[in-house]
């Protein structure tokens, strides 16, 4: 990894991604199970651990996670053969967000979303499991602006005669913003001092008021 303007290069360690590779999830389940983080490695060996806030300072820049999201493998193939093949960064997160991707020289458009692999009842709620290893997608393909195929698939879909879109484990990725700013650090900690005021205030209103200070004249 480079941060533009530092010259120096930098070593990726660890994504620590939102979701458990096995996620079950209710009505009442929190969106995500982890804060997304980003682990760096610099040229002395130092880790940083990078997260949305606040930003770290790792070279000459500081750095937070933007975005995040999940990257299916991709295969398409026409009779068999390989057209074309990598990981797509999709944004598939929270479970039954739709995202759309072209692939280039070719006229098909896809949307996928991710489905529960299981479902079963517990009392009085619905637990839908998600397998993010293997992945079971909704899938959509148009053509000329047109559907010519949709079905749910962990492995593969055919479409269009001799055409088919193959689906590889997944890997997470995440967005980093690089701000070089001297003025950005004491941005920070006034915005952490207005915050912490803002509770403070009160507080301190109310011990005024239990406790008033008598004033002795001479």
């Known amino acids: 990894m480079e941060i533009p303007g530092d010259g120096g290069a930098y070593r990726v360690a660890r994504i620590?991604?939102?979701l458990q590779a096995r996620s079950v999830r209710t009505e009442r389940s929190a969106v995500f199970d982890y804060e997304p983080a980003l682990s760096v490695e610099d040229r002395t060996g130092?880790?940083?651990?990078?997260t949305a806030f606040p930003p770290v300072k790792v070279g000459s820049a500081y750095l937070h996670v933007l975005n995040f999201g999940i990257g299916p493998g991709v295969e398409l193939k026409r009779a068999g053969k390989t057209l074309s093949r990598g990981y797509i960064a999709l944004r598939l997160t929270p479970f039954g967000t739709v995202d759309v991707f072209e692939l280039p020289r070719l006229p098909y458009r896809?949307?996928?979303a991710i489905l529960p692999s299981r479902m079963r009842e517990t009392?009085?709620?619905l637990e839908r499991e998600y397998d993010l290893e293997k992945p079971r997608y909704r899938v959509e393909v148009e053509r000329g602006g047109k559907v010519i195929a949709r079905g749910e698939t962990d492995s593969?879909?055919?479409f269009d005669q001799e055409m088919s879109i193959h689906f590889d484990r997944?890997?997470?990725w995440v967005l980093v913003e690089a701000v070089r700013d001297p003025f950005y650090p004491g941005y920070?900690?006034?915005l952490l001092l207005l915050i912490g005021g803002a509770f403070l205030y009160p507080l301190s209103y109310l011990a005024g008021r239990r406790d008033p200070v008598a004033t002795v004249l001479p």
């Open 123 to 125: 009392g009085s709620e």
């Open 170 to 172: 997944p890997f997470d």
């Open 46 to 50: 130092r880790l940083h651990h990078v």
């Open 188 to 190: 920070v900690a006034s």
């Open 110 to 112: 896809f949307s996928l």
């Open 16 to 18: 620590t991604p939102a």
């Open 156 to 158: 593969f879909l055919n």
